[in-house]
């Protein structure tokens, strides 16, 4: 399978996700892949969304005990927005860590649908995978401790070899961007969990769907600031633009405000990086909504399959 990003509104890891699912990429696959990773204290949402009236699929990552606040370290924040008149339908699965309290260690699985009556129809579903023990996430995390956590799961060797090539980009860009070596860049607890979910499970869809080539548009960004870590900082952000450097990428931008393409996604364009064709023939479309709404972009990345032409050896 060879696929085409369209990247008019900027790249996310959660809207790169999102539209490999809307493409058929297995959910159930994405959820094993993940929860083989061993982290604790999120909660994955599925579910559809209009984003200016177009149906695309919303992947997201919410940590347990945090604010909606995507790929915190990174600097890319949003808001978890949704248009009212339309019909919902979300799933949400936990997996979160708890103390023990004097009681037996067990696993909870619980599946619940509602239907609310407020004059717009809403379906829920719930997965929850509670574990209880007494185990704290780390508050930080640097490259050898998420190596540990990428290598130590249960994913094929493709996987995880290009979940930390694209590791490797964003560790290379921090650390130019701090003035430090990489082995010290360290990823705060919200920046990393999100960071390797979105990374591995963009992984996991690609390796399911069987896709050989990616190809890539120009990639659009605003203007302004973004609130980091470390305080407001000029869009794009360092490390995007330390990603962006010394490449074959084309940076255009949006007339508009706010911060279109988080380090996760330019690391994800960078790493599978191949110049868009001429010309193809679309096959088949994905789109995953951001999380934001803009003025002059419609918050979504469009993936698209598509046949070059090209004779396969």
């Given at each position: 399978m060879d696929?085409?990003?369209?990247?008019?509104?900027?790249?996310?890891?959660?809207?790169?996700?999102?539209?490999?699912?809307?493409?058929?990429?297995?959910?159930?696959?994405?959820?094993?892949?993940?929860?083989s990773l061993g982290l604790t204290g999120y909660d994955l949402v599925f579910e559809r969304v209009k984003k200016n009236g177009i149906d695309s699929y919303n992947?997201?990552?919410?940590?347990?005990?945090?604010?909606?606040d995507h790929e915190g370290d990174h600097c890319h924040c949003h808001e978890h927005t949704h248009e009212d008149g339309h019909?919902?339908?979300?799933?949400?699965?936990?997996?979160?860590?708890?103390?023990d309290h004097d009681h037996n260690h067990h696993d909870h699985e619980h599946c619940h649908e509602h239907t609310h009556e407020d004059g717009h129809t809403h379906s829920h579903e719930h997965c929850h995978d509670h574990d209880h023990d007494h185990h704290h996430d780390?508050?930080?995390?640097?490259?050898?401790?998420?190596?540990?956590?990428i290598n130590s799961s249960d994913l094929n060797d493709n996987i995880k070899k290009n979940a930390l090539g694209i590791f490797d980009i964003i560790g290379d860009a921090e650390a130019k961007a701090h003035g430090i070596d990489k082995s010290e860049v360290?990823?705060?607890?919200?920046g990393a969990i999100d960071s390797i979910i979105d990374i591995v499970g963009t992984?996991?869809?690609?390796?399911?769907l069987g896709v050989e080539n990616i190809y890539f548009s120009d990639l659009?960004?605003?203007?302004g600031y973004q609130m980091c870590a470390h305080g407001p900082m000029p869009i794009p952000v360092p490390?995007?633009?330390?990603?962006?450097?010394?490449?074959?990428?084309?940076?255009?931008?949006?007339?508009e405000e706010g911060e279109h393409i988080t380090p996760t996604g330019a690391a994800i364009v960078k790493y599978f990086y191949k110049k868009a064709p001429e010309s193809f023939k679309i096959k088949k479309i994905g789109l995953g909504a951001g999380n934001k709404d803009f003025e002059k972009s419609t918050n979504v990345l469009r993936v698209i399959e598509i046949d070059t032409g090209k004779k396969k050896l």
């Open positions: 696929l085409y990003f369209e990247m008019y509104s900027g790249i996310a890891g959660d809207m790169t996700i999102g539209a490999l699912l809307d493409l058929g990429a297995s959910k159930e696959k994405l959820i094993e892949g993940i929860k992947f997201d990552v919410i940590l347990a005990g945090h604010d909606h019909t919902h339908s979300h799933e949400h699965c936990h997996d979160h860590d708890h103390h780390h508050v930080h995390r640097n490259l050898t401790d998420i190596e540990e956590i360290h990823f705060h607890e919200v992984c996991i869809c690609l390796d399911d659009y960004e605003g203007f490390a995007v633009a330390n990603i962006l450097a010394d490449s074959e990428i084309n940076l255009n931008f949006i007339g």
